[in-house]
């Protein structure tokens, strides 16, 4: 029904906010199958111009008005871009009222940077050059540092989880592969004992393992189901008698690993 | 003044959209030092009593009200937190029944999954993978897959914007560093040359490059500002002469250098 449709995900900055509520509302909405397009860096006339006779000539074309989510700030490119034939969702001016009355100060209508540059996003860099560094078991000696150790058998997430709670937290995140050598020894890796505090598994169904691995070796035993049941049921017993919990990733994405792991371990992310 | 007050970001899963939908709207009350606290997974009435009881013990003790950043679908834990001593800003209660009304069809009102897993996720992890494989240069043979190749200077910034392209996005970037040993050949590296059209330069401005410099290599001949300077020049220089539009990235965030290069290039986000 909503095929012809398209939202607008419009900002005068990255639109990376726009885009993020977009999103969140759109999936309330799960059948509705609409186009998206990001409208960033609109922070002109000339441009808002240009945006909006983009917007109508798509309304045009899909015989409906699109969806526009907007994070506009500047007031010039604000009354440009309500007059275009969209339903226009603003962010800014259904809440920034209510946080004026309730903290008492205007807002400074200049334009946002919140996905800016400051004390804390040195940190996020740095913690990003800990996860490159502390990757799949790298420089062992400065594991103490991290704020989290991730540990699970080779290709369960392990990888893309320090990266992203290095990028969006600033988390100092290390990662360990529990390996078949590992197994054998019937105990946690010498490296890791020290660092039981620290440690978070990842478990993966086996079936899921295999497609995952097979798209990197095809047909190699490392990727074989019967070798991927193996190191799964393996690891998970060594983590039963180390004590340490762990999470089964099979059907979550990385956002959702992430905020899992901060939740339950009371980080401040 | 905001001193004693105290922000939650609330939703029944990751809480990423209210996060970011609070950041931004607080980056427009810019003086005021407000604390930040996220309850994620709220998913059940008791949880949710949990929750009020924090916030209303954060009120009493800040002497002011909370401000709570909401994203909360579940009805049941809705009705809870809405009796809470707190200003509610709410994401869903704002926008969702507008777009039920414009695309004429209820919402799910079940618990959103914008961070879920589907075949972009499968793709922004294969990104991932590669944007891992690809940095600084390594394994030159499959560059021409990439959609973007980030070059310049060693620590400008290549590799966390990278990353942050392959996961936000899901776009193939690769990136290749300009080293000195280039700069005596006064041509682009051979490996860079059939990839012309990929290409986007980042620069920085030599004081702040020995800053970052400093902190891997204090006191090393790479970390002098002499050295940066000498090779913030050449590769500019390298860069005019084969016709690769730069980004001066000093005071900008991974979050915009990666906007901006999408939107310049006009790939699809």
């Known amino acids: 029904m909503n095929k012809n449709r398209t939202a607008f995900f419009i900002s005068d900055r990255t639109g990376l906010t726009a885009e993020t509520l977009g999103r969140s509302l759109l999936s309330q909405f799960d059948g509705s199958d609409i186009k998206r397009v990001t ?45 275009s034939d969209a339903l226009i969702l603003d962010l800014f001016e259904m809440f920034i009222a209510p946080l004026e009355a309730e903290l008492g100060t205007p807002s400074s209508h200049a334009i946002g940077r919140s996905h800016g540059v400051g ?7 740095d913690a990003v050059n800990y996860a490159l560094s502390h990757d799949d078991g790298g420089i062992t000696r400065e594991l103490p540092r991290a704020d989290i150790v991730l540990i699970g058998v080779s290709r369960c997430g392990k990888t893309p989880t320090s990266l992203y709670l290095a990028l969006q937290f600033g988390i100092y995140a290390a990662n360990y592969p529990l390996v078949p050598e590992d197994f054998a020894a019937e105990a946690l890796p010498a490296a890791l004992q020290p660092l039981r505090g620290k440690l978070h598994g990842l478990t993966i169904r086996p079936e899921r393992l295999q497609q995952i691995r097979a798209e990197r070796a095809p047909d190699s035993r490392y990727a074989s189901l019967e070798n991927c049941r193996h190191e799964v049921r393996q690891a998970e017993i060594m983590m039963q008698h180390a004590g340490i919990s762990y999470l089964d990733v099979t059907t979550m994405s990385v956002e959702e690993i992430a905020t899992t792991i901060l939740h339950q371990t009371g980080l401040k992310r």
């Not at 808002?48 to 500047?74: E, K, M, Q, Y």
């Not at 004390?119 to 860099?125: E, K, L, T």
Request: hydrophobic share 50%; proline share 6%; glycine share 2%.
């Open 39 to 83: 409208l960033p860096y609109l922070d002109s006339a000339d441009k808002a111009r240009d945006a909006v006779a983009l917007i109508n000539a798509t309304a045009h074309a899909d015989g409906r008005r699109p969806l526009l989510f907007s994070t506009l700030i500047l007031p010039e490119v604000r009354e440009i871009i309500a007059l």
């Open 119 to 125: 004390a804390s996003y040195a940190a996020r860099m």
